[in-house]
């Protein structure tokens, strides 16, 4: 039987998702299909470094990391990221709530 290789010994599972629905994030890195991308050539561009997109689902991979699925604005495309792969969009650094491409809602609204 093969050994599976994992990228780090911290089970994200064990805590809610960094990221929620809605929420407006930006890809820290240049994203290449690597066949797992139907309607794409394998190395086709995907999402480029610091394009911005919104959270579309949520799942996980090998019980043990978040797999955020975000909806790229620029490019259109829909890719599953890791939380490490990703940075919050942060538009008024100075409001408490987290950063969402949904309107906030108001408490007794």
Known sequence: ???????SDVVELNGPPAFRYGERVRAKRLVR????????????????????????????????????GVEFLESGNRVGMKRRELLPVWENE????????????????
């Open 94 to 109: 100075e409001e408490d709530e987290l950063p969402c491409a949904l309107p906030a809602r108001r408490v007794g609204a």
């Open 33 to 68: 299909n690597d066949g797992t991308y139907a309607g794409k050539e394998i190395g086709d561009l995907l999402v480029k470094k610091g394009e911005e997109g919104v959270i579309v689902s949520i799942g996980t991979f090998l019980q043990q990391f978040y797999i955020y």
């Open 1 to 7: 039987m093969t050994n599976i290789v994992r990228d």
